[in-house]
């Protein structure tokens, strides 16, 4: 039997994309609800060979890929301007982390050189990991809860193993901010919302090669469409149009600011959000809107940015 609290989670960039890593304490992330999805397409020759009578040929295993997505608390690093422990997570999404010394880590979009992963989960004495992986995540802010980022990897092939646990980690010690006190804008209006969901929008498809022995060379971020949902409270028009603003296809800038702790600061920016929906909800008999905003470019690559101080 095997325990599921008995569990680790490590990440680690490769030196050569698609080319498993060796995974060692340093690379483990403090995560939670880790999931591991192998995939394997069985070639099917039931109705292709015939042998006499009804009953079917055995299939052939081909093509391999994976899946591992776990959820990582959104929080700095502990002090100003160092990498918080799930960095490696952040940039094989796609995700160009700059550091300022003793001042901040900023996260924003990048179109290339984005790096491959190999992730492994361990889970009490077996060992489920993928590589050649790269991946995309959905980052969700509630009104008194922690923001969670819940990353999703596709890498090129899998492998299931027993293997003990990596021994000598150091768990972080920050705690994450809490999502209140926060100074939220949209369209230089400061909504009352209760939560936010920043979903990255990145496509991943499977590079296919006969080199490789999964069939899979690597999983590349081959488009990326942002988005953002909303729940603000509905007002008049006269204190803010949210209606008017989405039929005209006006573009907003939209801003979330939270914490205070110098190196665990999370400020969150979209120069240019553009509702897609806006629809009437109701939140304890209180008039809501639910809005699905697409975040566009700006001047490109910019779209949104996460910024901890």
């Known amino acids: 039997m095997l325990s599921t609290r008995n ?7 490769e030196a ?21 999805t192998p995939g394997l397409k069985m070639y099917e020759r039931a109705d292709k060979a ?54 901040s880590v900023t ?5 290339d050189n984005i790096p491959s992963c190999t992730v492994a989960f361990y889970e009490d004495g077996k060992i489920k990991r993928i590589w050649g992986a790269r991946g995309s995540a959905v980052i969700k802010y509630i009104d008194g809860e922690p923001a969670v980022i819940s990353f999703t990897f596709t890498g090129a092939d899998w492998q299931v193993v027993d293997g003990p646990l990596l021994t000598g980690v150091t768990y972080p010690s920050t705690v994450p901010p809490v999502f209140m006190g926060v100074t939220f804008s949209v369209g230089a209006y ?3 919302i209760n939560s936010v969901e920043h ?19 690597s999983g590349r971020i081959t488009a990326r469409k942002s988005t953002l949902k909303i729940d603000p409270e ?65 001047v490109g690559n910019d779209e949104w940015q996460i910024q901890i101080t």
């Open 7 to 13: 569990s680790q989670l490590a990440l680690k960039i």
């Open 50 to 103: 015939m042998a006499g009578d009804m009953s079917p040929v055995a299939n052939i295993p081909g093509l391999r890929d994976g899946k591992i997505t776990f959820d990582v608390e959104l929080c700095g690093g502990g002090t100003a301007g160092a990498a918080p422990h799930y960095s490696s997570a952040m940039r094989c999404c796609g995700a160009e982390e700059t550091i300022v010394a003793l001042t």
């Open 190 to 192: 400061e909504a009352v």
């Open 107 to 111: 996260y924003k979009p990048i179109s």
């Open 234 to 298: 509905d007002v008049l028009a006269a204190d803010h149009d949210f209606f008017a603003t989405w039929r005209s296809g006006a573009l907003v800038a939209v801003s979330a600011g939270f914490g205070g702790a110098p190196g665990n600061t999370i400020n969150f920016t979209a120069p240019k959000a553009q509702y897609q929906t806006v629809s009437g909800a109701d939140r304890d008999k209180i008039s809501t809107l639910d809005i699905n905003a697409m975040l566009t470019r700006d």
């Open 16 to 36: 050569v994309e698609g080319t498993m890593e060796a995974l060692v304490a340093a690379d483990v992330i403090l995560a939670s609800s880790p999931k591991f």
């Open 199 to 217: 979903d990255l929008g990145n496509t991943v498809a499977l590079r296919k090669g006969v080199s490789s022995s999964s069939g899979h060379i």
